[in-house]
Nanobody, 120 residues
Framework: QVRLVESGGGLVQPGGSLRLSCAAS????????MAWYRQAPGKERELVAT??????IKYADSVKGRFTISRDTQNTVNLQMDNLKSEDTAVYYC???????????????WGQGTQVTVSS
C-alpha cells in the first residue's frame, strides 16, 4: 500500500506565503518524479510544478518566480508559495510517479488534496 499525505494548506492574505509538504510512504521501490497540481472550482486540474530525479524542475508560467518546488528526502516534496494571489486559490494535490516493491512498472499516485485559499 502506498500513500501520499499533504499538509500545510490554509487561508492567507494576498501577498502572503504558504509552504505545502507531501510525504510518500509504503512499499516504495523508488520515486522517479514528484509534482504539485491544483484544481480551482469549475476548472480542470493543472500542473503547478514538477521535479524529477536528477533535478529537472518545471513550473507553470503562472507561478514562475513565486513558487519553489523542492525535495528534502527521496520520499518528500515541498512547495514554497510566495506572493500569493487570489487566483492561486485551489485544492493542491501531490503527485508521485513511483515503482512498487515486487511489482513491475511505474505507477501514478495522488494525495487527498489540501485547500489553499488566498483572500483578504
Amino acid at each position: 500500500q502506498v500513500r501520499l499525505v499533504e499538509s500545510g494548506g490554509g487561508l492567507v492574505q494576498p501577498g502572503g506565503s504558504l509552504r505545502l509538504s507531501c510525504a510518500a510512504s509504503g512499499t516504495i521501490l523508488g520515486i522517479y518524479a514528484m509534482a504539485w497540481y491544483r484544481q480551482a472550482p469549475g476548472k480542470e486540474r493543472e500542473l503547478v510544478a514538477t521535479i524529477r530525479n536528477g533535478g529537472t524542475i518545471k513550473y507553470a508560467d503562472s507561478v514562475k518566480g513565486r513558487f519553489t518546488i523542492s525535495r528534502d528526502t527521496q520520499n518528500t516534496v515541498n512547495l514554497q508559495m510566495d506572493n500569493l494571489k487570489s487566483e492561486d486559490t485551489a485544492v493542491y494535490y501531490c503527485n508521485a510517479v513511483l515503482g512498487i516493491v515486487a511489482i513491475d512498472g511505474e505507477y501514478n499516485y495522488w494525495g487527498q488534496g489540501t485547500q489553499v485559499t488566498v483572500s483578504s
